[in-house]
């Protein structure tokens, strides 16, 4: 926008008629009906932020005209250049996000909050501002105008000065958002994901409770499952307990110890010989962020002992208080911890404007929670996996806390549900990723579609944990995303589409392609695209090196078919070619080659690659450091002459595939050195 823009604003107030004018972006203050407004922007970092300042002068003795509760500002913002592709990540619920494909700006859908544009030449990333009374988001209402629309969900306010957007263009759409969302970070003094540190578990396979026995959880069922895992030789290393723990009443938390019934002896003791047991190092629990869902159960043990750190809300509800309520978290999380609880899982973060209508306005409210919350994690080093929380109210809140649920849930029973589960996960990455580390949910080893579950949680760059029945966990689906002592094979960062496709919807396309990198050998990247099949019919599609953002730049890459065990060397602009089968899901590695010869580290794994910690080249050799052993491969145009690994001669054991030169060694945890000879 110019810094003439001439901008439409819309006020609703109590008791009054609403006002309808006109205000100059960066001009001087409009005074009208007792209501004063300036919209202004600034520029910095490359980002453009706009702010709204708005003050209600109420007549001495007579009503009170303030603003109304649920949307009492509206404003259109006049677009110079119109887009020519959209797409918009909005609330379908009160919890999550999923993205709208469109080229008009009057067919963006209502709660917008984050809109992609494609101009041609160049992007943009729009993101409605979270301040520190209101929220704003974008709905669709005209073709050559951005209608923004704020709300504290509190009447009655007079006054707001908070910012309305950040808006960012960049040559690439990855470049965009970040800068959109960096200047957001500074805005809010919350952290950018290059600076939040993932808590160690998350680093190690988990799993969870909830798909296995939803709300009827109990010790019984946990020691079974920790069995069954130890038995079956899967390293999970750590384990939630989901809803159905807590002491209830009227669906109402009522105490901080587990249910009595479910838990007899509490959490301790199963911790402690679990640990022993079946060698699951961490226990997480789940809690609402209100307690439970709708808050604390009035007179419960709770209710009397943090009487100081609850509020009523004007609708009823007893809930921490935004502004006092860390003892609330801090007491509840002492409690755990003297039982073996390591970390919580945080759900129902997105009920805060529900919680707190017309009590504090909603970025106040939202703010207060999610400080309080993080300053008691602290006794957990702030292990926190947050969920159900994708309003930018939640997002632009969270401190410091690494992990933030990137979609609505895994549904096991739910046909055809893995599509919008890869939908959500897919775009939502594109925005969630600039802040945190996107955790993709739970899912089941067995079950239809649980190879392609595998296959993008290795790929999803965030925490890796299934949710089996008792009995039903396959030790094989998992195996090829982790070493043997548990420890994930983890990408840089959330996959993502490749740009091609963040403008196409793939459900008309048919198929949609996700990047990602990770660290390979020593100061160089890899990485890889992952092609999903979204449609009954073999589909075909091209991509090529230079689509994953972020690789080693490089003349040639080694590119490996995963599933088919094929490599072959490729330019950084060379179009593949792949067909998928009705329903599939191809995943291709593409390394830089800067030798004779590209090690490919474990084949076994998904991102095996990333096993390679340090590779040396000289004039007759190569050494390779890797995490671990297994079976691993070398690509080169003719076969090495020996191959050691540990000291120990393997090359008799060596088979030659193509251009591959693979060597199955046992897989075991601990260092691994080999040296190829020329």
């Known amino acids: 926008m110019s810094k003439k823009t001439v901008i439409t604003c819309e006020i609703y107030r109590q008791k009054a008629q609403p006002i309808l004018t006109e205000v100059c972006l960066n001009g001087s203050e409009m005074n009208c009906g007792g209501v004063t407004l300036s919209v202004s922007e600034k520029s910095s ?12 002068q109420n007549e001495e003795l007579d009503v009170c005209r303030n603003l109304e509760t649920e949307a009492p500002v509206k404003l259109r913002l006049p677009v110079t250049e119109l887009p020519e592709k ?7 619920s009160p919890w999550w996000t999923r993205p709208a ?10 709660k917008t909050q984050t809109a992609l544009f494609c101009f041609g030449d160049r992007y943009g990333c729009f993101v409605p501002a979270v301040g520190k009374r209101c929220k704003a988001y974008l709905t669709g209402e005209s073709d050559h105008e951005l209608t923004l629309v704020l709300t504290a969900l509190h009447g009655g306010l007079n006054a707001l000065d908070e910012p309305l957007y950040w808006y960012a263009e960049a040559p690439t759409i990855s470049e965009a958002v970040s800068l959109a969302f960096a200047e957001a970070a500074r805005d809010r003094n919350i952290l950018p994901r290059r600076e939040r540190r993932l808590p160690e578990m998350f680093r190690y396979l988990g799993w969870c409770s909830w798909n296995a026995f939803y709300t009827d959880v109990n010790e019984q069922g946990i020691r079974e499952k920790a069995a069954e895992l130890a038995a079956k030789h899967v390293p999970v290393k750590w384990m939630i307990i989901d809803d159905g723990w807590l002491s209830l009443q009227n669906r109402l938390l009522y105490a901080y110890e587990p249910d009595k019934e479910k838990f007899p002896e509490g959490f301790g003791r199963m911790t402690a010989e679990l640990r022993e047991t079946a060698g699951i190092k961490w226990f997480g629990v789940w809690h609402a962020l209100m307690g439970y869902w709708s808050g604390v159960a009035p007179g419960s043990p709770v209710a009397v002992q943090e009487a100081p750190h609850l509020c009523r809300t004007a609708g009823g509800r007893l809930v921490p208080d935004p502004m006092r309520g860390t003892g609330f978290y801090r007491d509840w999380y002492k409690v755990l911890t003297a039982q073996g609880v390591s970390f919580v899982k945080v759900d129902g973060q997105g009920t805060v404007p529900l919680c707190f209508e017309n009590t504090v306005p909603l970025g106040e409210a939202a703010d207060g929670l999610h400080a309080c919350l993080e300053s008691a994690a602290s006794r957990m080093d702030g292990a926190v996996i947050n969920c159900m929380g994708m309003p930018m109210e939640n997002i632009l809140s969270r401190p410091a806390t690494a992990v933030s649920r990137n979609s609505d849930d895994f549904f096991p029973d739910l046909a055809d549900s893995f599509r919008e589960h890869l939908l959500q996960n897919a775009y939502n990455a594109l925005y969630h990723n600039a802040l945190y580390v996107c955790d993709w949910d739970m899912f089941w080893t067995q079950h239809a579609d649980s190879a392609k579950h595998a296959l993008l949680r290795a790929i999803s760059g965030g925490p890796v944990y299934c949710s089996d029945r008792v009995g039903e966990t396959d030790a094989a689906v998992l195996k090829p995303l982790v070493y043997p002592d548990g420890e994930l094979l983890m990408m840089s960062r959330s996959a993502m589409p490749t740009q091609d496709c963040v403008f196409t919807d793939p459900f008309q396309s048919g198929f949609l392609k996700l990047q990602n990198i990770a660290p390979y050998g020593e100061g ?7 092609v999903c099949n979204l449609t009954g019919q073999p589909v075909s599609c091209t991509f090529t090196p230079a689509e994953v953002e972020g690789i080693t730049p490089c003349e040639r890459y080694l590119l490996y078919d995963f599933f088919a065990q094929t490599a ?9 070619h792949c067909t998928m089968a009705a329903n599939g899901c191809s995943w291709y590695v593409l390394l830089p080659v800067t030798g004779a010869c590209t090690c490919l580290g474990l084949t076994g794994k998904y991102i095996g690659f990333t096993a390679a910690e340090s590779i040396h080249d000289s004039a007759e050799a190569q050494t390779v450091v890797l995490h671990a052993s297994g079976t691993l491969a070398w690509a080169s145009e003719t076969a090495p002459k020996r191959i050691t690994v540990n000291g120990e001669n393997v090359t008799a054991t060596a088979e030659r595939k193509g251009i591959l030169t693979v060597v199955p060694l046992t897989e075991k945890s601990g260092q691994t050195v080999a040296v190829l000879t020329w």
């Open 568 to 576: 072959r060397f490729i330019g950084q602009n060379d179009a593949v």
């Open 86 to 92: 959209i797409t918009a990540l909005y609330l379908f």
């Open 45 to 56: 970092g490359g980002c453009r932020t706009g702010r709204i300042r708005l003050s209600i």
């Open 101 to 110: 494909f469109t080229q008009r700006l009057s067919e963006l859908p209502d």
């Open 524 to 530: 160089l990247t890899g990485g890889g695209i992952a």
